[in-house]
């Protein structure tokens, strides 16, 4: 029980805010010492204020109290006012497609040229899709809200994945909606942590199949009972990372996925740790393709299709030093090289780059075990800029095989261009790194033996062009590959 003494009318009351006011200062200011961080604003003493200020009070007064006034006064409705459409009303149509050519003596004529066209109609929650792909013709049809999220026919799809029951013929890389196969997929409470059934010939047999996706779609997983085919998808795009509060953030990244059984199984995983006020990186990529499932050219540079476990991983500071690592793994052989580069001095026009890196070989065939190893030297001229980037150089290795590579990339508002091109030459005992694209635009590192490679990329917003052209040592068989892809929202 508190009592009071000797303390006339309201006087209680302020006591009370008195004792309230010093606490609540010892608490400011014990905060303010230690972390630096106050708790609450406190109200200072009144003090004389000068004519601007008295300036500004006079102004928010007088536009509180017009304010105030149209609130209070009654809104008029004419018979010509007219509620506006919400965008979900609106009926919205989209047109796209694809033209695919693959040219090779290897290549059956007729299974060289593919073409896709589909037109689309999105009103509120429901999508409705027609195309034709090759010569057949298909439909799919989608519908969301807060509850449901279903799917069915061959494009919509609510587990996401770039390579989940994807037809194996086509791609797409301007849209969410990838050419799928006969497919059905219904999940529940789509936003949040999100089961669902799903149906698809190829994944789950006769029998439907499980998922579960997270929230933002940032992870999904999936389980076929039949087939014991699982799969896993990540997607954390420069996720920011707060190690000790008022520090520069470090940005997380992490996408890909993988399907299949424990024994038999394909997919891409790429990851990246980078802080950018010191342009300092970490970056690894693991890959096993499927026969070439995972890229998006009919062209893998290599000889075979060989699906063999790929591992990359770098740390860097800047676009000109590196330090890198690569390794691939199949039955019977095993091939890597390391690497290191390192910008001499950086210019207004770029920087030369020396660049050392050191090849192996092991094979093992009946009981003999054969290995070979090389060293290399290339000088290269780079440059990094915002709008456009190049690269040329050379490497010599000390057993004499000769590699010329070059690449210019140009970047804006909505587009990007890219080229690259690679000469090796024929008697070369190595193989050379390059880059392919796998999924939306994660690129590969492979290791090709193809004596010429070429490399043309135009992508905008509403059209992506693509163009590789390679050829075998010894002028064996070249390999031309186009691709087409166009879609319009209107």
């Known amino acids: 029980m508190v009592r009071f003494y000797a303390i006339p009318g309201n006087s209680r009351v302020r006591l009370i805010d008195l004792l309230f006011y010093g606490v609540l200062v010892r608490v400011n200011l014990f905060c303010w010492m230690i972390f630096m961080i106050p708790i609450a604003p406190l109200q200072s003493a009144p003090t004389p204020k000068s004519q601007s200020n008295k300036q500004k009070d006079y102004k928010y007064a007088t536009q509180y109290k017009k304010t105030e006034q149209k609130r209070k006064e009654p809104t008029i409705v004419s018979a010509h006012s007219f509620k506006p459409k919400d965008k979900e009303d609106e009926v919205q149509f989209s047109v796209g497609g694809s033209v695919q050519q693959f040219q090779s003596r290897y290549a059956d004529a007729k ?22 792909r090759g010569d057949r013709s298909l439909g799919s049809i989608s519908y969301k809200n807060d509850y449901i999220d279903l799917g069915l026919g061959h494009r919509y799809k609510s587990i996401p994945g770039f390579f989940f029951a ?22 529940f409470l789509p936003g949040y942590f999100s089961p669902g059934i799903f149906f698809s010939q190829d994944i789950t047999g006769d029998k439907p199949g499980f998922s579960l996706v997270f929230p933002e779609k940032t992870l999904a997983v999936t389980y076929s009972p039949e087939t014991e085919k699982r799969s896993l998808y990540a997607n954390f795009y420069r996720t920011p990372m707060k190690f000790y509060p008022g520090k520069t953030k470090v940005l997380f990244t992490l996408n890909g996925e993988a399907i299949g059984t424990k024994t038999d199984y394909f997919g891409i995983f790429h990851t990246k740790i980078e802080h950018p006020e010191s342009k300092l990186y970490l970056e690894g990529l693991t890959y096993k393709d499927d026969n070439g499932f995972l890229l998006q050219s009919s062209d893998s540079f290599q000889s075979s299709q060989e699906n063999a476990i790929n591992s990359w991983i770098a740390i860097g500071i800047g676009p000109y030093h590196r330090i890198e690592a690569f390794d691939s793994v199949e039955i019977g052989q095993r091939e890597r090289y390391q690497s290191i580069r390192w910008g001499i001095w950086e210019t207004v026009l770029g920087s030369p780059v020396y660049r050392y890196r050191d090849y192996s070989y092991w094979s093992e065939m009946d009981g003999k075990r054969f290995e070979d190893f090389t060293r290399a030297d290339a ?16 490497e010599i290795r000390y057993n004499g095989d000769r590699t010329t590579e070059a690449g210019l990339n140009f970047r804006g508002n909505g587009w990007k261009l890219e080229t690259s091109v690679l000469f090796q030459a024929e008697t070369n005992r190595f193989r050379s790194p390059v880059e392919r694209f796998s999924g939306y635009d994660t690129v590969q590192i492979a290791l090709s033996d193809r004596a010429k490679i070429l490399r043309f990329r135009f992508r905008t917003e509403f059209i992506e062009w693509n163009i590789t052209s390679s050829e075998r040592i010894n002028r064996e068989g070249s390999f031309l590959f186009m691709n087409l892809q166009y879609n319009w929202i209107f």
Do not use: C
Not at 111 to 132: A, I, P
Not at 166 to 187: C, H, M, V, W
């Open 111 to 132: 299974e060289s040229s593919k073409v896709t066209n589909f037109g689309e109609m999105r009103w509120k929650r429901l999508s409705v899709l027609g195309e034709s």
């Open 166 to 187: 994807k037809d194996p013929e086509f791609y797409n890389t301007l849209g969410e909606n990838q050419p799928i196969r006969e497919s059905a997929f219904l999940n």
């Open 379 to 394: 000088i290269l001229w780079m440059y990094h800029g915002k709008s456009i980037d190049w690269l040329i150089g050379r």
